[in-house]
């Protein structure tokens, strides 16, 4: 770059065009790389501290140009960390997209519930929109079958880890650009830059070339193209070898079966196939994997009963090809590939085709030193025609071409940029695996045992919130009548209590026939639960009508959504409120009313009601340790009560 502008939290630290310059800056270099967040390096003398306070998270942005200091924006960013080196610093800092990985997301995107309806990429602009706060610009992946995912599972990851699991899924570019600030996400080679760079014009003496042939493949076989056959088998059953009562076994796995058989050669009578769970009304099942076919769930077939089984084949027809030439040339680079996407013999010959006319010379890549011209420098990602005829070949490969930008390094100063190309990636673009089916292996990335989503949240409760209990209740069982219980101090007197009342019924121990666990039973077999201790939280009872805890099962409405309803002459009574819980002398009850006029009735010892006023606190004629309430509706209407409260008893 010729001239620049870089700019730390707000302050001018060099500017090429500045009046004037605060010459802040020694030099910088950015390099933008595939699948990694991209770093910018400054190199400032210290004094740098005299204009601006250097500390971690401070917004960075580097401007370039050759017009202007301020021709784009070549870096929006933050720093990462500052390393002093003698006089000097060392700054790194990481682009905008650093906070994709900062913000993690928790969210499974359902096609049947998600407005992304299974798009990769609406699920990649929602992840990078939506959850890591950015602008995206995203092209269309499609929604045809195979196409879609119908599960993507982000379990507490971060989201920039989840974009790329989409990017390798697709096979596709995901970059940031620091221009407009946008995360790109878009097909390889989607954008072609259309510039032409030439060796000993606009490239700086000659390139590195690089040439892999680990991945170079010249005699190819696919398997998994199938032709149909209709194939015929007959036989007796209980004579032919495999076919007997309860099964046929056939030579090929079948696709489609059809079945004759009756006790006439040759059979003339169709049966009808089903499944193995199949309730009525078939005949046979196929057993795909076992190559027979089945007699329905409980049957068999009839000794000395003939078949004939009609059914379809698929026989495999792997194909082979290779490319003498490149044998020739580089040796046998052999590989065998099993596609289960492949529908005919003719798609497998097509993709066998397109696979060897990619692969069967070797990869190329190479560092270029491209003048620093706006004309010259494309960005990464994009497609660029490189002209070399400078280079001297190796084995004949033709080094011009187009070419995909792998690596670009911007520099200041500097008088070129450094550039890294290749033809791997998009030669390689869908070589082998289908879309769908790496977009079928990151739905199951996470099934196994991240099904449920769990998450912890530290919640501040400003004014804070209390959990307070509502009541404690104890119950006992109330064993009654005579029968012996053994080492009970009431039920195990000897000489009073007996061995029971029915004939091998109560346990008897030891008995052969009173004495089966799981059958006889302890006690006289009256046994009820019964109260034992009531204290509601704090001495207080607020019924809000929002459970039926306390309903003693009046023929008024008690609801469980907020309130008790009536029509006229109608009472809601309560169970015991407060019980053994020390003598109630005094309560109030405070009733909220909506509709109706009320006749309210306490009691406090379970049996003797006495009439009270809501709001008015009550002396007991008859105290007690059972408190109870009572509401009838006596206005000959119908009415509403929300909430009823019970206080001063203790």
């Known amino acids: 770059m010729i001239k620049t502008k870089v700019i730390i939290n707000s302050i001018t630290i060099k500017d090429t065009d500045g009046s004037p310059d605060p010459k802040k800056l020694i030099r910088w270099e950015y390099e933008k790389d595939e699948e990694t967040i991209s770093e910018a390096i400054l190199t400032l003398p210290s004094s740098v501290n005299d204009i601006v306070d250097l500390n971690n998270g401070q917004l960075v942005e580097i401007w370039a140009g050759w017009t202007t200091s301020t021709d784009t924006r070549y870096f929006y960013g933050y720093i990462d960390n500052i390393k002093p080196s003698g006089a000097l610093l060392e700054v790194t800092c990481k682009n905008e997209m650093i906070s994709l990985v900062r913000k993690n997301v928790n969210h499974v995107y359902d096609s049947t519930i998600d407005a992304s309806a299974g798009e990769v990429s609406e699920i990649a602009e929602d992840l990078i929109e939506t959850y890591g706060g950015m602008t995206a610009s995203v092209q269309a992946s499609g929604t045809s079958d195979g196409e879609r995912i119908d599960q993507f599972k982000c379990i507490n990851a971060d989201i920039f880890e989840r974009i790329v699991a989409l990017k390798k899924a697709l096979n596709w570019e995901l970059y940031y650009n620091d221009s407009d600030r946008k995360v790109y996400f878009q097909p390889v080679g989607y954008v072609d830059s259309g510039k032409t760079i030439t060796v000993g014009s606009t490239i700086v003496g000659i390139p ?17 193209a199938t032709a149909q056959t209709n194939l015929t088998e007959t036989g007796k059953i209980g004579t032919t070898a495999g076919y007997t009562t309860a099964s046929i076994t056939l030579d090929n796995t079948p696709d489609i079966v059809e079945l004759y058989m009756d006790a006439g050669t040759p ?17 046979y099942y196929v057993d795909n994997e076992n190559k027979k076919v089945m007699p329905a769930t409980g049957t068999t077939f009839t000794t000395d009963h003939y078949a004939i089984v009609n059914y379809v084949w698929s026989s495999p027809a792997p194909i082979h090809m290779k490319n003498q030439i490149s044998i020739d040339t580089y040796g046998l680079k052999q590989t065998v590939l099993s596609l289960t996407d492949v529908s005919s013999i003719l798609d497998a010959e097509s993709r066998a085709t397109n696979i060897l006319s990619k692969r069967s010379v070797p990869f190329i890549t190479g560092n270029l030193k491209v003048k620093s011209e706006d004309a010259s420098i494309p960005n990464r990602g994009e497609l660029i025609s490189v002209v070399d005829t400078k280079t001297p070949q190796v084995n004949g490969l033709v080094l011009s071409g187009v070419y995909s930008v792998n690596k670009i390094k911007y520099m200041f100063p500097s008088s070129y940029e450094e550039i890294e190309v290749g033809d791997s990636t998009w030669r390689l673009v869908d070589w082998q695996t289908s879309t769908e089916e790496r977009l079928k292996r990151i739905e199951e990335q996470f099934v196994r045992n991240q099904d449920i989503i769990v998450e912890l949240v530290d919640i501040k409760n400003d004014p804070a919130v209390t959990v307070e209990p509502r009541y404690r209740k104890v119950i006992t069982e109330n ?21 029971g009342g029915t004939a091998n019924i109560s ?13 006889s039973l302890l006690g006289s077999q009256v046994s009820a639960e019964v109260n034992h201790f009531i204290q509601q939280f704090e001495n207080l009872y607020t019924e809000d009508f929002v459970d039926t805890d306390f309903d003693s099962g009046g023929n008024a409405s008690w609801g469980t959504t907020g309130s008790v309803t009536f029509t006229a002459g109608q009472v809601a009574e309560s169970t015991s409120v407060d019980y053994n819980n020390g003598t109630i002398t005094t309560a109030t009850l405070t009733s909220t009313e909506v509709s109706g006029s009320f006749t309210y009735e306490l009691t406090a010892d379970g049996t003797n009601w006495e009439e009270v006023t809501s709001g008015e606190i009550k002396s007991f004629l008859n105290p007690g340790s059972d408190l109870r309430w009572r509401a009838t509706e006596s206005g000959a209407s119908t009415g509403e009560i929300t909430k009823l409260i019970l206080s001063d008893y203790h």
């Open 507 to 519: 346990f008897v121990l030891g008995n052969s026939l009173a004495a089966v666990l799981g059958t």
């Open 479 to 499: 064993i009654a009548g005579d029968t012996l219980i053994w080492g009970n101090t009431t039920f195990g007197i000897w000489g009073t209590a007996k061995w």
């Open 267 to 283: 059979p003339t009578t169709q049966v009808t196939g089903g499944t193995k769970d199949g309730s009525s009304g078939n005949f």
């Open 208 to 224: 590195e070339w690089e040439f892999d042939d680990s991945n170079m493949i010249n005699d190819l076989r696919v398997d998994g």
